[in-house]
């Protein structure tokens, strides 16, 4: 360390004052050892965090963002690893007794070998300028440096002189999918280098806003100053307040003690769907009751395990043809309906050749046969967003997405063992459900076409109650391809279904516009059309099937019994259903013409309320998500936004190859229908009961205000049970929420050993981006009413 110490030579003697001198340096040189050791043993090294560099601007507006190439101010960022360690900002001199300190050492800085092959690439988080920490300001003869290979004395003469801002700035090294924060080596010291602080100050004159909508999301603004521990700097409120809340949720939440589920469905299990104590007790499964919805009476609280030899998935559109077999480990499917190039074994694949019972020789050309047969069908335009009723793996929907269509495919849990999983782990939507005694959880008049090849479902019998459930969810002036024996064979059973089908369709004024044949795979297509006006109803001689009372609302589809009628088309032309929506893409983003009477869920007209929840999602997409949360995207390919409200978040994705299940709570404002008017999906749900899917299917998990409001209504462990459960191991869950919330859920998230990735909050408002790991439990917990 040069101290700029000089002495004098008097008659070749050394001056009077050489004592003193000496003393004096060798009392700094202490001072300075000491002040830096006692620094670095703030600074804790973190297992990772990936993604390109992260950025959170303070600007006049102070609106917060996360933009690559820049700095985060006040963002903890936590790491990969087992033992789920944390970041402690500088001015924190005690950690809580729950987590752990992370000194610098090179083992530490590596992933362990649970969490997947991951590449490196670097990153850089700072504290803003205008921070004011408890860390000493830089002497101008020693400064820590990261990496970039300058001495102190270089760094302070760039930078003009002493560090003066008060800034405490840290390099970051990334592989793919973390965060890791390097530490010195033990030859060179860390030195801070000043020249970060003219590149934090043009990234802040280059930064822009997320922009958020009126109303009960609050805008997350940008921090000014440090924060200790799990927390970010809050301006409202007093720093003794803060250290409080984050010992309550350490002391409450991240000492919960997780079990594994013991149930028969064993890596599979479903609670909604493995409730056998609620299956036999029913009195009659003859309308597939038994494949209907049966929650606990108390949801979950346990983790499920990961089959053993669970690899990550394959990339998409790879995925679409093969599969690992270890993570769908089932082959009664590949016995059973291999000859129809459904699934295949193939050593460690599972592969799908594309085939379906009605498309033997591959789905393509059976999506061709049917716009050939019924042109004004037009894929991907006119025909947006589609329904696959009995949809097997899911190879119709699949290949769809080559037509820029969205099909909502649907299977129940039955005998074709595993083929909604199947579907899934290839990177297609589905859900699991049944056309059963229950309307699907969709609202009225949403889906562009139906789609049924050999579904299996009677849709003649009982009235037409489940052919009028299709008619409920279709759009007027859309179509039903019905794909099945009864349209081309003449066995006694098929021509009695299909006379009874004529009645019935004719009776419900649905317009048969084509019988096609496709001679490839020997099939052939009835295509029928839903009518746009009531003038058929009203001319029937009988009124059979009914119509619907005038009291009966056809968007009511949570627990609601299916009835034998039909509603009435809507003819005002300022009604939704009136006219068709606008060609795709340009439906995405123009606000649906019958908003214009309506009130926005934020407060303002709806047209305006619609655009800017879409201009703050993309804003906080394109400048936060896809570059501030250290998610490799390239990965991501099964999406779910667990509390949708006008469907910005899936729409900013459009331009991505991922796919978004929107899902409205049911105690949320139903804006579904607007949802798939804009040309996306999704459906309806309670969170305090489990998903209609199975284990590890979405990659990516997004909650915007979601868990402060479901916690009024049910234990939020059993919530995080449930995100657990869908969630694929290495997959990510965004969420935004109050501050409160969000320490719970961190807590929670610890306790899983989830990798915490950002943390961000500011007056009363947060952000948490964590990760899910593959640790599981070694207790179990027997759940009684999922054994056989």
Known sequence: MAMGLKYSRVDGRRSSSYCSTVTVAVFVSVCLIGAWMLMSSFIVSDEGLNGNKQTIAENESRQFEVDSGGDI?????????????????????????????VTW??????????????????????????EKTESLEEPKSEAESYGDGKSSQDSNSEAGGTNKTGQSGSQ??????????????????????????????????????????????????????????????????????????????????????????????????????????????????????????????????????????????????????????????????????????????????LTFPGGG?????????????????????AWGNRSRVILDVGCGVASFGGYLFDKDVLAMSFAPKDEHEAQVQFALERGIPAILSVMGTKRLPFPS?????????????????????????????????????????????????????????????????????????????????????????????????????????ESDDPNAAWNVPLQACMHKVPVDTSKRGSRWPVQWPLRVVTPPYWLNSEVGVYGKAAPEDFTADYQHWRNAVSRSYLNGMGINWSLVRNVMDMRAVYGGFAAALKDLKVWVMNVVPIDSP???????????????????????????????????????????????????????????????????????????????AKSLQWKIRVIYSKENEGLLCVRKTYWRPTEKETITSAII
């Not at 479903?270 to 949801?299: F, G, V």
């Not at 393509?364 to 042109?375: A, W």
Request: net charge negative; aromatic share 8%; charged share 30%.
């Open 73 to 101: 101010s006040e963002v903890e960022t936590r790491g990969d690893g087992n033992d789920v360690n944390e970041q402690v900002s500088e001015n924190k001199l005690e950690d809580n007794q729950e987590e752990k300190s």
């Open 105 to 130: 050492s090179s083992d530490e800085s590596t992933e362990s070998e649970n969490t997947g092959n991951e590449t490196k690439e670097k990153n850089s988080v700072k504290e803003s300028s205008d």
């Open 172 to 349: 970051v090294s990334l592989d793919d999918n973390q965060f890791e924060l390097g530490g010195p080596s033990q030859t060179d010291k860390e030195k801070v280098s000043q020249d970060h602080d003219k590149k934090e100050s043009h990234e802040r004159d280059q930064a822009s806003v997320e922009v958020f909508p009126a109303g009960d999301q609050s805008e997350i603004l940008n921090e000014t100053s440090a924060q200790n521990g799990a927390w970010s700097t809050q301006v409202i409120e007093s720093q003794n307040e803060k250290e409080l809340q984050q010992s309550s949720v350490s002391k409450n939440q991240n000492t919960y003690r997780w079990k594994l589920c013991n149930a028969t469905a064993g890596p599979d299990y479903i609670p909604c769907l493995d409730n056998w104590k609620a299956i036999r007790k029913l009195p009659s499964t003859m309308h597939y009751e038994h494949r209907e919805r049966h929650c606990p009476e108390e949801a979950p609280t346990c983790v499920v395990p990961v089959p053993e030899g669970y690899k990550p998935s394959i990339k998409w559109p790879k995925s679409r043809d093969k599969i690992w077999y270890y993570n769908v480990p089932h082959t009664e499917l590949a016995k059973t309906k291999g000859h129809q190039n459904w699934v295949k074994v193939t050593g460690e694949y």
């Open 357 to 377: 019972t009605q498309f033997k020789n591959g789905a393509l050309h059976y999506i061709d046969f049917i716009q050939n047969s019924r042109p004004d069908i």
């Open 445 to 549: 008049s949403v889906f562009d076409l139906v789609h049924c090849a050999r579904c299996r479902v009677p849709w003649h019998t009982e009235g037409g109650k489940l052919l009028l459930e299709l008619n409920r969810v279709l759009r007027p002036g859309g179509y039903f391809v019905w794909s099945a024996t009864p349209v081309y064979q003449k066995l006694p059973e098929d021509v009695g279904i299909w006379k009874a089908m004529s009645e019935l369709t004719k009776s419900m004024c649905w317009d048969l516009k084509a019988v096609k044949k496709d001679k490839l795979n020997g099939v052939a297509a009835a295509i029928y059309r839903k009518p746009t006006s009531n003038g058929c109803y009203n001319r029937r001689p009988q009124n059979k099937p009914p119509l619907c009372k």
């Open 670 to 748: 139903d804006t579904l229908p607007i949802i798939y008017e804009r040309g996306l999906f999704g459906l309806y749900h309670d969170w305090c009961e489990s998903f209609n899917t199975y284990p590890r299917t979405y990659d990516l998990l997004h909650a915007d205000h979601l868990f402060s409001s479901i916690k009024k209504r049910c234990k939020l462990q059993a919530v995080i049970a449930e995100v657990d459960r869908i969630l694929r191991p290495e997959g990510n869950l965004i969420l935004r929420d109050n501050v409160e919330t969000i320490g719970e859920i961190e807590g929670l």
